[in-house]
């Protein structure tokens, strides 16, 4: 391919393994670009040695502020432009809220959160002046409802989301989109190699946090999900001329957003129950 081929071109952070790995396979094997973004880009060897005329491998510690800008920048001049960016790089943290240390709490927060921030602006300027993109952060099923001991995890995940939602709004008069993953659990290296355990253990935490601990870690490798699939499912969002602003993946993260949909609806009408009427009455 020369270099006025006009396939997409997707910049993806976080590709070193799981579902930024898979999905930039996928989005190569459909004749896409791709500069792939990870923390030691050597991981990243063989895919820009497979398609090196389509991938290019940059070093990108999304936590390092003076990093993610002139990357982004250099990914846009690779090939001439950015048509997709995808925050995928993050990493779980779990224990119940007393038992984990200040400094995770804010390292989960500044690579989740802040790390996707930073590069969502820097690269909104180059998409802005396009007057097309589309922006796909990825979130969880945790932000969907959260569980005992991913209150961090679970929290960053929910600010990436309130934080796409008000770009969804102001991005949309230049012609771009933003689409939010949550997947449920997919077949990755996320339990055994993106999980970090809290920093102490309670005893009393052992029944609620200690207890979905355990069953996730009995999960690991059986992990109902795909993550070729999932990707695919991403390819198609970001191809439909109106994706959704959530995208769920998988039948365990649609169940259990059919169930929070109706939790909330109940939710709803208690609350209106106790308080039918908060404003000012008239006269």
């Given at each position: 391919m020369n270099e006025h081929n006009d396939s997409p071109v997707w910049f993806i952070t976080g590709c070193s393994s799981g579902l930024g790995r898979a999905l930039a396979r996928r989005v190569l094997a459909s004749g896409h670009r791709v500069?792939?973004?990870?923390?030691?880009?050597?991981?990243?060897?063989?895919?820009?040695g497979d398609h090196p005329e389509r991938c290019r491998a940059l070093a990108l510690d999304v936590t390092d502020v003076a990093q993610?800008?002139?990357?982004?920048?250099?990914?846009?001049?690779?090939?001439?432009?950015?048509?997709?960016?995808?925050?995928?790089?993050?990493?779980?943290?779990?224990?119940?809220l007393e038992e984990l240390g200040d400094e995770q709490i804010a390292r989960n927060f500044e690579t989740n959160f802040f790390g996707a921030v930073r590069v969502i602006r820097a690269?909104?300027?180059?998409?802005?002046?396009?007057?097309?993109?589309?922006?796909?952060n990825i979130s969880a099923a945790a932000a969907i409802a959260n569980y005992p001991g991913f209150s961090i995890y679970g929290?960053?995940?929910?600010?990436l989301e309130g934080v796409s939602e008000s770009l969804a709004a102001e991005v949309r008069p230049f012609g771009l989109k933003v689409t939010i993953v949550q997947p449920g659990p997919f077949r990755t290296e996320f339990v055994a190699r993106s999980l970090e355990r809290a920093a102490e253990r309670i005893a009393d935490y052992d029944p609620s946090s200690g207890k979905f601990l355990r069953l996730i870690e009995t999960m690991n490798g059986q992990q109902p999900g795909d993550p070729d699939k999932a990707a695919d499912a991403i390819i198609a969002a970001v191809a439909a001329p109106n994706?959704?602003?959530?995208?769920?993946?998988?039948?365990?993260?649609?169940?259990?957003?059919?169930?929070?949909l109706s939790a909330a609806t109940r939710e709803l009408d208690a609350s209106i129950a106790l308080a039918p009427a908060t404003e000012f009455t008239a006269g």
């Open positions: 500069v792939a973004t990870a923390r030691r880009p050597e991981t990243l060897a063989d895919l820009a993610v800008g002139p990357v982004v920048a250099q990914a846009a001049a690779a090939f001439g432009r950015i048509d997709v960016v995808v925050n995928n790089a993050g990493y779980g943290v779990i224990g119940a690269a909104l300027p180059i998409l802005r002046a396009q007057r097309r993109g589309h922006f796909v929290a960053t995940k929910w600010a994706p959704p602003l959530r995208l769920v993946l998988g039948k365990y993260a649609q169940d259990k957003a059919r169930r929070k």
